[in-house]
């Protein structure tokens, strides 16, 4: 299914030598399954071990719903970098802002929307075809909200490609993988990161207790 990936892009040359690269639904489907090493490791390890990808597009085990206490901070913290959005959606939803938010970091981190030197992200080659850049963008955001245990459907070209096997654009897989350890590492990879959207500030107030007048 995975024909038209780069040749000249590897996960390591001598992780596949002389072999042909892994179906890229499966390497998604183990590396969403593996938040504890990054992306790329957990990419390499799928490439040597083929065995171990079986029945891994079984759903992520989640530990929890993203909190509101926990996408503040993560708002926080992207407006510290430079990286908040103008434009948020209105919703009710924890696990739909955290989505928004990272379909938005993908165009960034791959130098879709200019050069970031404070990233270490060069403007992404003019030549870059529109289908891939959205193929790559749906791609990372998937394996990110998959890896933080956030439900999230594939949509796009990766849904089609994962539900019906239908063809996709030529694009960089390490472009994907190397863009989703970028965008975790902003807060301090994805075991951190997976806590750091569960966390629910104290309140103020013991809520089982009365308050005096």
Same mark, same amino acid.
């Given at each position: 299914?995975?024909?038209?990936?780069?040749?000249?892009?590897?996960?390591?040359?001598?992780?596949?030598?002389?072999?042909?690269?892994?179906?890229?639904?499966?390497?998604?489907?183990?590396?969403?399954?593996?938040?504890?090493?990054?992306?790329?490791?957990?990419?390499?390890?799928?490439?040597?071990?083929?065995?171990? *990808?079986?029945?891994?597009?079984?759903?992520?085990?989640?530990? &929890? /719903?993203?909190?509101?206490? #926990? $996408?503040?901070?993560?708002? !926080?913290?992207?407006?510290?970098?430079?990286?908040?959005?103008?434009?948020?959606?209105?919703?009710?939803?924890?696990?739909?802002?955290?989505?928004?938010?990272? *379909?938005?970091?993908?165009?960034?981190?791959?130098?879709?929307? &200019? /050069?970031?030197?404070?990233? #270490? $992200?060069?403007?992404?080659? !003019?030549?870059?075809?529109?289908?891939?850049?959205?193929?790559?963008?749906?791609?990372?955001?998937?394996?990110?909200?998959?890896?933080?245990?956030?439900?999230?459907?594939?949509?796009?070209?990766?849904?089609?490609?994962?539900?019906?096997?239908?063809?996709?654009?030529?694009?960089?897989?390490?472009?994907?993988?190397?863009?989703?350890?970028?965008?975790?590492?902003?807060?301090?990879?994805?075991?951190?990161?997976?806590?750091?959207?569960?966390?629910?500030?104290?309140?103020?107030?013991?809520?089982?207790?009365?308050?005096?007048?």
């Amino acid at each position: 299914m995975d024909q038209n990936s780069h040749s000249s892009d590897s996960l390591g040359t001598e992780a596949h030598d002389h072999r042909p690269l892994m179906p890229w639904d499966q390497v998604l489907a183990f590396i969403r399954r593996s938040p504890q090493l990054s992306a790329v490791n957990a990419a390499l390890i799928a490439q040597r071990r083929p065995e171990a *990808t079986a029945d891994m597009l079984s759903p992520f085990r989640a530990a &929890g /719903a993203p909190t509101w206490d #926990g $996408v503040d901070t993560v708002l !926080s913290t992207l407006r510290r970098k430079n990286l908040l959005p103008t434009h948020l959606p209105q919703t009710r939803s924890a696990s739909v802002m955290l989505t928004r938010l990272l *379909t938005e970091l993908a165009p960034i981190f791959t130098g879709q929307r &200019g /050069a970031r030197p404070d990233l #270490g $992200v060069a403007e992404a080659e !003019s030549a870059t075809e529109a289908a891939q850049a959205r193929f790559e963008t749906e791609c990372i955001t998937w394996l990110v909200a998959g890896r933080l245990g956030v439900r999230a459907a594939a949509t796009g070209l990766l849904k089609g490609y994962l539900k019906h096997g239908e063809l996709i654009p030529e694009f960089s897989r390490e472009q994907v993988l190397q863009t989703v350890d970028s965008i975790e590492d902003l807060f301090g990879g994805a075991h951190d990161f997976g806590t750091m959207i569960r966390e629910e500030l104290p309140s103020l107030f013991d809520l089982g207790e009365s308050l005096a007048v």
